[in-house]
């Protein structure tokens, strides 16, 4: 993903969650992306942002609890398990737990969406994703869904089709 965008021209920042395996809970790695902004982008610069997977709810996370909002221009996830996946169901680490459809994180993400629009919030997701059960978690009621036809989960961050609706979105 970052090379497509690095190739069209987009000054591209990335960040690495540690632990990315879901072992804290998501205020803590919210508190890195929080910490990665104010290390790296000048304050008062608004930026893009992009969240895969469990980064897009850890990217949420950022922007509607920790004041993200204020700094994010357009803001867009790609098979975010927005409304959890019955997978974390049969795991035990704190960021996992919070991931199962109805978790106490999630009923607060969930319960004040009103930061989400004002940033051209798009939810990008597949109905092939066997990590994201049900793929419809990943729907929004706010800002746009858009469906792309990918046949696995990896896949959204590689195949060119959900990459150019990442574009399409930021570009909006």
């Not at 909002?69 to 049969?90: E, K, Y």
């Amino acid at each position: 993903m970052r090379r497509y965008f690095e190739t069209r021209g987009w000054r591209v920042y990335a960040i690495s969650l540690k632990p990315n395996d879901a072992s804290i809970p998501f205020e803590a790695m919210a508190a890195q992306l929080d910490a990665y902004v104010k290390e790296n982008i000048p304050p008062g610069e608004k930026f893009d942002l992009a969240g895969f997977s469990m980064g897009g709810l850890v990217s949420r996370y950022y922007v509607q609890k920790l004041g993200g909002c204020r700094r994010v221009r357009r803001f867009v996830t790609l098979s975010a398990p927005n409304h959890g996946t019955l997978w974390a169901c049969l795991g035990s680490l704190p960021g996992v737990k919070e991931m199962r459809p109805g978790s106490p994180m999630l009923r607060d993400l969930n319960g004040d969406l009103s930061k989400l629009p004002p940033l051209g919030y798009t939810s990008i997701f597949t109905p092939f994703d066997l990590s994201i059960i049900p793929f419809s978690s990943s729907r929004m009621p706010v800002g746009r869904n858009v469906l792309v036809w990918v046949p696995l989960h990896p896949l959204m961050t590689m195949m060119t089709t959900p990459l150019r609706a990442v574009e399409k979105a930021l570009n909006d």
